[in-house]
Structure formats: structure tokens, C-alpha cells
């Protein structure tokens, strides 16, 4: 039975190449992959049952957190992270015309702002344009003498554009974490798990509080990221994820069960693994 995986389109992204590698490593032959206009689309897709996954970034590691993905999985807090995989990311430079012609350049905002230092330095009087995808800024570029986009080599595979720089990021070893993500959870032998929760009041010590459960069953906090709760101004969501260090999920239980007193919500995304793609 075929199996169908929601992206942040169109296709040539860097969610694209995730949603390949994810596929493969899950172990899904011959996946349907749905392109989808803006990452809470594709958690959509996903939670109303218009696909079988979903594949977003969750966190780059030059420019933090994915903001949009955050806001998205706390809204559907039945969804469980299947497997994570970390992608490097080097960018391109493509147009139609040359370098030395270029007055604008388009690309999703965490690509211009991954690209920045080189932009100062070699077109600093072009303007910054966003656009929803990496891959929808090379369709809006082509045919264009004028206009350039940022996104991956792979990109330039559409008729009418080239590369006219590669690589251009800021830093060598630029990586985004992309998340599988499911309506089922899958007890499998994990190496990290996430959560999300807001807490009861902003009161001194409430974060404290609950971030010592994670020190007093001995686990390794290895991200934690705090979003607006969009309900009052002060208040918050943190997003945390734990090594487990035995792959074991037991742990994670335990946790979710002391956090649970001291959280007005509390949203467990479950435990998974996570593996790195290397790319030439």
C-alpha cells in the first residue's frame, strides 16, 4: 500500500531531499510526496488525514528553532515524532542571468538569513525578497536577468536557470533537523525524545521546578526553546528534547508523569530515532 508524506513545496526543496531520505530510512518504498504551501499545511495534511506523514524542519543550526513548525505540532498535540534526521544544508545561487546583473534575491527567509554575510559581501545593494519555499523562489527567478534565488544545487535542475555560485552559506557545517511525523506512536528503541508543555502561572521557580524532574531522572536536555503561547503576554511554551541514553523509553514515561502536576498542558511527542545524512 502506497504511502503518502506531506512537504514544504514545490518540489527541488530541502524538504523534499528529507522527505526521500525519510522515506528510505522508515523503510517506505516507492513514496507519494505531496508538496504543501507553508509548514503548517504540511502538519495539516497530516492531522486531517490528507497523508500517512508529515516532514518539517524543526531546528537549523545557525539560525535556531523553525518557528512555524513549533507553533504548528503544538497545535495538534496528537501528533508523534516517528524519526528525526539531520540534513546538511549548502545553498546555491541561481538565475537566468549574471551575477553581475542581480538587484534582487528571493528565498524563504531562513535561507537569506543563512546566506546574509555572503550576500553583504558580493551583491550588498540587492534586495531581500522572501518567499515560502527555497524551490518557489527559483520558479519565480527563471527567465529573470535581474532576480536570483537561493536554494539547493538540486534546484537548478529547472529549465532556464543555473548556478552562478555554490556554495554560498555563511557557515560550513549549516544543518537543518527535519522531523517524520505520524498520527500513531511506535514503541521502537529511540535515542531522543521531545515534549512541549506551558506551565500553571509564571511563578518564581515553576520552570525551575520542572526542569529538575529532567536532572532528577538523569537525562541530558539537549535542546530547549521557549514560544509565545499566544494567549496572554508572559506566558509560554517550551519545547525540550532528552537523550536517552540506553535507547530505552521507560525514562521518558516517568518524566511525563512528574511533569504532568506542574504543567497546564503538556504535550509528549513521543520517542524516536535520529540519524544524520551525509551529502557530498
Known amino acids: 500500500m502506497e504511502k503518502s508524506l506531506a512537504f514544504l513545496g514545490p518540489e527541488g526543496t530541502f524538504g523534499e531531499q528529507a522527505a526521500n531520505a525519510l522515506a528510505q530510512e522508515e523503510g517506505?518504498?516507492?513514496?507519494?510526496?505531496?508538496?504543501?504551501?507553508?509548514?503548517?499545511?504540511?502538519?495539516?495534511?497530516?492531522?486531517?488525514?490528507?497523508?500517512?506523514?508529515?516532514?518539517?524542519?524543526?531546528?537549523?543550526?545557525?539560525?535556531?528553532?523553525?518557528?512555524?513548525?513549533?507553533?504548528?505540532?503544538?497545535?495538534?498535540?496528537?501528533?508523534?515524532?516517528?524519526?528525526?534526521?539531520?540534513?546538511?544544508?549548502?545553498?546555491?545561487?541561481?538565475?537566468?542571468?549574471?551575477?553581475?546583473?542581480?538587484?534582487?534575491?528571493?528565498?524563504?527567509?531562513?535561507?537569506?538569513?543563512?546566506?546574509?554575510?555572503?550576500?553583504?559581501?558580493?551583491?550588498?545593494?540587492?534586495?531581500?525578497?522572501?518567499?515560502?519555499?527555497?524551490?518557489?523562489?527559483?520558479?519565480?527567478?527563471?527567465?529573470?536577468?535581474?532576480?536570483?534565488?537561493?536554494?539547493?544545487?538540486?534546484?537548478?535542475?529547472?529549465?532556464?536557470?543555473?548556478?552562478?555560485?555554490?556554495?554560498?552559506?555563511?557557515?560550513?557545517?549549516?544543518?537543518?533537523?527535519?522531523l517524520l511525523l505520524h498520527c500513531e506512536e511506535i514503541k521502537q528503541k529511540s535515542n531522543f525524545a521531545s515534549f512541549a508543555f506551558s506551565l500553571h502561572a509564571n511563578a518564581p521557580g515553576a520552570l525551575l521546578k520542572a526542569l529538575s524532574c529532567i536532572a532528577e531522572l538523569g537525562l541530558n536536555m539537549s535542546r530547549i526553546e521557549s514560544r509565545p503561547s499566544k494567549r496572554e503576554l508572559g506566558e509560554y511554551v517550551f519545547f525540550i528534547d532528552v537523550e536517552l541514553p540506553n535507547g530505552e523509553v521507560k525514562e521518558m514515561h516517568q518524566l511525563i508523569r512528574r511533569l504532568e502536576p506542574l504543567c497546564a498542558h503538556l504535550a509528549s511527542f513521543g520517542s524516536y530515532p535520529s540519524s544524520e545524512l551525509q551529502l557530498d
Request: aromatic share 6%; hydrophobic share 40%; proline share 7%.
Open 28 to 178: 517506505i518504498c516507492n513514496p507519494v510526496l505531496v508538496p504543501c504551501v507553508g509548514l503548517r499545511s504540511v502538519v495539516e495534511h497530516l492531522a486531517t488525514g490528507m497523508t500517512d506523514f508529515a516532514v518539517i524542519p524543526v531546528e537549523n543550526s545557525v539560525e535556531g528553532g523553525v518557528t512555524e513548525s513549533l507553533d504548528s505540532i503544538w497545535s495538534y498535540p496528537k501528533l508523534w515524532i516517528r524519526r528525526a534526521l539531520v540534513l546538511p544544508i549548502k545553498h546555491a545561487l541561481i538565475s537566468s542571468g549574471k551575477i553581475s546583473d542581480i538587484s534582487e534575491v528571493l528565498s524563504h527567509p531562513q535561507a537569506l538569513a543563512q546566506c546574509s554575510n555572503w550576500l553583504k559581501l558580493n551583491l550588498p545593494n540587492t534586495l531581500q525578497l522572501p518567499t515560502s519555499s527555497t524551490a518557489e523562489a527559483v520558479k519565480m527567478v527563471t527567465g529573470s536577468k535581474f532576480r536570483a534565488a537561493i536554494a539547493s544545487k538540486s534546484a537548478s535542475n529547472f529549465p532556464g536557470v543555473k548556478v552562478l555560485n555554490y556554495p554560498i552559506n555563511d557557515v560550513a557545517g549549516n544543518r537543518t533537523r527535519f
